[in-house]
């Protein structure tokens, strides 16, 4: 019923920039949440950045910025000042409303992009 689709990974060097977007398709009444969450081999799938409450994780913080364009369904992940370590698949998850006035909320995530800095 909702479709996630991430676009804007890609490989970059070090110090490098990258924009990440997630659109939501589909049959719902609202999107309560857009947020970008990251898993590197390995490891854990962890937040990123969340936009109900603007949050983000300690390693992030001042490099990363969340907007949402409520309008498109869309939002935004800007990477600035890329590290190795932000080498991951990036996903996008939304919570949705999916009928009107249910209160019911579902969860969805994207396909996920891949991010690789180079150092």
């Known amino acids: 019923q909702v479709q996630l689709v991430e676009s804007g990974g890609g490989l970059v060097q070090a110090g490098g920039s990258l924009r990440l977007s997630c659109t939501a398709s589909?049959?719902?009444?609202?999107?309560?949440?857009m947020d970008w969450y990251r898993q590197a081999p390995g490891k854990q799938r962890e937040l990123v950045a969340g936009?109900?409450?603007?949050k983000y994780a300690d390693s992030v913080k001042g490099r990363f910025t969340i907007s949402r364009d409520n309008a498109k369904n869309t939002v935004y992940l800007q990477m600035n000042s890329l590290k190795p370590e932000d080498t991951a698949v990036y996903y996008c998850?939304?919570?949705?409303?999916?009928?009107?006035?249910?209160?019911?909320?579902?969860?969805?995530w994207g396909q996920g992009t891949q991010v690789t800095v180079s150092s």
């Open positions: 936009s109900g409450s603007t």
């Open positions: 998850h939304a919570v949705v409303e999916l009928v009107r006035g249910t209160g019911n909320l579902y969860s969805y």
């Open positions: 589909g049959r719902f009444f609202s999107i309560n949440a």
